[in-house]
């Protein structure tokens, strides 16, 4: 099946760096790109959705000056978390729509993020 | 009323057991349905889509009622490996997938 690698899946920061989380589509080509980030106990929020070449679409309340995403080819999405706080510590999940099939998402195995 | 609401459970099941999950969903334009399954600090996986005429795949059975807009999951014989989220999914048309906050399910020994 579809295969999605996130890298990397654990990052230990201090507060004030940037993280830059890849999401690439491996066997296939990803039109739209999904980025949902995942707090203990609770569902998975989208945060916000990029399609190849252009800008991302952000859900409301997400800062995309803060959580910036460049989907510079057709598989491969990044979002890097600009000078990250301890409350931006949380798992973050990438998933990729295949052209072919637009209908599935297939989710990269996640980031943990922690913000010392 | 959020879009897709699910009971949070937990279940707990012995082995072998049948339990049945919910899902009801606000929207009624809603196209696409979905059971993903989400293991402790993973990502979501795939179980099943869901179809109008339901669908059967091994032990696990989903249905959906778009009448009364509400999906379900039913897993028969339960095992061990069976323990996890399930997270209901819908795909408004044209819309990004909106998830509901799963329902925990522990299969005991």
């Known amino acids: 099946g579809a295969v999605v690698s996130q890298h990397p899946s654990r990052v230990i920061c201090k507060s004030g760096t940037s993280v830059k989380i890849e999401c690439r589509s491996l066997?296939?080509?990803?039109?739209?790109m999904f980025w949902y980030r995942q707090f203990p106990k609770q569902s998975l929020m989208l945060m916000a959705t990029?399609?190849?070449?252009?800008?991302?679409?952000?859900e409301q309340g997400v800062e995309k000056d803060k959580f910036l995403i460049n989907h510079a080819s057709l598989t491969l999405s990044t979002l890097t978390v600009t000078s990250a706080h301890p409350e931006d510590s949380s798992f973050y999940i990438c998933s990729a729509e295949s052209a072919r099939a637009k209908n599935i998402q297939y989710f990269g195995a996640g980031t943990r993020l922690s913000v010392l | 009323r959020k879009e897709v609401e699910q009971d949070p459970g937990p279940f707990n099941v012995p082995e072998g057991a049948t339990v049945a999950f919910n899902c009801t969903y606000s929207?009624?334009?809603?196209?696409?349905f979905f059971w993903y399954r989400q293991d402790c600090r993973k990502e979501p996986k795939l179980l099943m889509s869901?179809?109008?005429s339901g669908n059967e795949d091994g032990r696990f059975t989903a249905q959906l009622n778009r009448a009364s807009q509400y999906i379900s999951l039913l897993i028969r014989d339960s095992k061990l490996s069976d323990s996890a989220t399930y997270l209901c999914v819908v795909n408004p048309y044209g819309q990004n997938f909106v998830f509901g906050p799963g329902t925990r399910l522990s299969v005991l020994p």
């Open positions: 066997d296939f080509q990803a039109t739209t």
């Open positions: 990029s399609n190849e070449g252009s800008k991302a679409t952000y």
């Open positions: 869901v179809y109008s």
């Open positions: 929207n009624s334009a809603s196209q696409s």
